[in-house]
């Protein structure tokens, strides 16, 4: 656990971090967001101590920082930088092994642990291991980023717009590495970007910064749907009913009872489809391998002829996968419904546009009533504050 | 069987140092050629010493003034990049500037009076002259290195000094080396006129040449420190490549 106690940094007159205090639970994301010069960078600094805290005390499970060694506590505290900062001269592997080198670990015990985390973060050790970082593209450097920052297993990891230098694609796909890896290893993090998508897709709790004060410290849930100020409702954006769906993953609203046969077409009961619009294709493993359109069917086509082959990899979503990218999937293929397969590509269920939609009305709703009323209303004003 | 490309220049490098070793110590060699060059002398060979003598001379009088210059000058420029120094940092670089643009020959005069005639002067002079590429070069290639990745190396829990010899220096090697290899190679070429006063080397046929209107003699000091000069930089340059990081090698 993080405790932030009253921490203020001051450069002579001007306060980069004012009297900020929040706590972040052991194994939880915390996401640091604001606008540019806010203190996010210079707040996640002070943790592990590039940047001396003027006044106020931080924490680590109890800890002050202040009693140990910077270098010390920088050794178990992992870093991973937007710049990545690859050392030039040495390996991928080496690189990995900073630390652990650093902390006098034996070669039997960090190269094999080097080896492993390349694993982890989707980088065969065997292609990557002995290449050098000018071999590699933006995205790779930072899965090797990542995986030098939990070399030595830290309890405890600083992001600081860890994917902020890569393109979108690339960015997206970082984003749901780290989630994976997050929800096996459990680490305590704290992650500064300014990307609001970002946060809300990657955060327990959002830390939300503004000109050095913190502006409020909940769930990205709470942040969307009761806004502290008109600040943090202008800074989550206008389109929040649609970042909710940010929030919510296609296994929330799935229907697992999907019609399937791996006999091929011909064998299509009639009978399928009569609750259903679509009866999936897979092989005898549950691999997803197309579909069927009743309604072609109902149009009088020969059942041989209704089959739509598809990649799986390319036509259906996970259930991890968030709405709104199954949304923006959907809109993509111009379908209305969505096959949902697991991380071997074997059909688990549906998603349909109905349910979303359903998903969204409630936000809608939620966030109408917010807006016409009561809460907004209530929110004192900027001038008044300031 | 097959070399590693970065063995190339060095394996050359030493190839011409045994040439070289080999020419210098063939007198008779050079006795025929300066004879077939200058058919109308009696004397086309300097009779005070031989060339294998002299050349020993010559890099004595290099190896004690480029030595100095390195032990002083990249410490030197290594404080000067780090906060201590910094404060020191022009007046270091206007200084080193000044060594280099103040001829060797007035150096040479001006010592003469506190150190007197032989190696010293000779060497207090070339050292000064020789300090500006390995400064200037330490200090330039300290600073190419990316404050992000001091950063990294710093969140990551390395010290100062550690940071310096694992990530500075290594990625700096390069561009020190090649400060180095100039300031030498300026170095044995400069170092001829150290025979004015007395500190002998290839230096001594040149001026003794001059002095007494013989060609031949000039034409053999040059001929070999020329030599000299060439093989040091094509071992310098060896070592330069296998001080470079096989990660920063294009």
Redesign the interface.
């Known amino acids: 656990m993080i405790t932030l106690r009253d921490v203020t940094k001051s450069y002579g007159e001007v306060t980069a971090v004012d009297r900020v205090s929040f706590e972040v639970p052991s194994g939880e994301v915390c996401v640091l967001i604001g606008p540019s010069g806010c203190g996010k960078t210079t707040t996640l600094r002070m943790i592990n101590r590039l940047i001396e805290p003027t006044s106020g005390t931080i924490e680590i499970d109890g800890r002050d920082i202040m009693d140990s060694r910077p270098e010390e506590l920088r050794r178990h505290i992992g870093y991973v930088i937007q710049s990545v900062g690859l050392f030039p001269h040495l390996t991928v592997a080496e690189n990995v092994a900073t630390v652990p080198k650093l902390l006098g670990w034996e070669r039997r015990r960090y190269e094999p642990k080097a080896l492993e985390l390349l694993e982890i973060v989707g980088l065969p050790p065997a292609e990557y291991a002995e290449k050098y970082p000018r071999q590699l593209s933006g995205g790779q450097a930072q899965r090797v980023g990542v995986a030098r920052a939990l070399a030595a297993d830290p309890p405890l990891l600083l992001m600081d717009e860890p994917f902020g230098a890569v393109d979108p694609l690339t960015r997206e796909r970082l984003q749901a590495e780290f989630a994976r890896i997050q929800r096996e290893l459990r680490k305590t993090v704290i992650f500064v970007t300014h990307d609001v998508d970002e946060a809300i897709k990657l955060a327990d709790r959002i830390a939300l910064m503004r000109a050095g004060r913190l502006e409020q410290y909940d769930t990205p849930e709470t942040l969307l749907d009761h806004p502290a100020s008109k600040f943090v409702h202008d800074f989550m954006g206008s389109d929040r009913a649609l970042k909710r769906l940010g929030r919510a993953c296609v296994a929330d609203v799935m229907r697992t009872d999907v019609e399937s046969t791996t006999d091929g077409t011909r064998a299509i009961p009639r009978e399928a489809c009569t609750d259903s619009r679509f009866v999936y294709l897979t092989d005898e493993s549950g691999v997803l391998e197309g579909w069927v359109d009743c309604r072609v069917l109902d149009a009088g086509t020969p059942p041989e002829d209704a089959g739509t082959p598809v990649d799986w990899r390319e036509a259906a979503v996970h259930p991890e996968t968030t709405l709104k990218d199954a949304l923006s999937r959907m809109l993509g293929f111009g379908f209305r419904n969505v096959a949902v397969v697991d991380a071997q590509g074997r059909l688990v269920g549906e998603v349909s546009l109905a349910a979303i939609e359903a998903t969204m009305a409630d936000a809608d709703t939620h966030i109408a009533n917010l807006e016409e009323g009561e809460v907004l209303g209530a929110l004192p004003d900027e001038e008044a504050r300031s | 069987m097959m070399l590693a490309p970065r063995m190339r220049p060095v394996i050359a490098a030493v190839a011409g140092v045994v040439v070289f070793a080999w020419i210098v110590g063939q007198q008779d060699l050079w006795v025929r050629a300066l004879s077939a060059l200058f058919p109308g002398s009696v004397r086309p060979v300097y009779p005070a010493a031989t060339v294998a003598e002299l050349t020993l001379q010559h890099l004595r009088l290099v190896g004690i003034s480029s030595g100095l210059t390195l032990l002083v000058g990249i410490p030197l420029g290594i404080w000067v990049t780090r906060p201590s120094g910094a404060d020191f940092r022009e007046i270091v670089s206007a200084s080193v500037d000044f060594g280099q643009t103040f001829p060797p020959v007035a150096v040479l005069a001006l010592m003469m009076p506190i150190l007197g005639f032989g190696l010293w002067p000779a060497v207090v002079a070339l050292f000064l002259y020789g300090m500006f590429p390995v400064v200037s070069n330490t200090v330039a290639g300290l600073e190419a290195v990316?404050g992000?990745?001091i950063?990294?190396?710093?969140?990551?829990?390395?010290?100062r000094g550690?940071i310096l010899l694992a990530?500075e220096l290594?990625?700096a090697a390069r561009v020190i080396m090649a400060g180095v290899r100039t300031s030498v190679v300026i170095n044995i070429g400069t170092a001829t006129v150290a025979a004015a006063v007395g500190a002998g080397g290839l230096g001594d046929p040149i001026i003794g040449g001059i002095n007494v209107q013989n060609m031949a003699y000039v034409l053999q000091g040059a001929t070999a420190a020329a030599l000299l000069a060439i093989v040091a930089d094509g071992l310098l340059a060896g070592a330069e490549r296998l001080l470079t990081?096989?990660?920063?090698e294009a």
């Open positions: 990316p992000t990745l950063d990294a190396a710093r969140g990551m829990g390395m010290g550690r990530v290594p990625l990081p096989r990660g920063l």
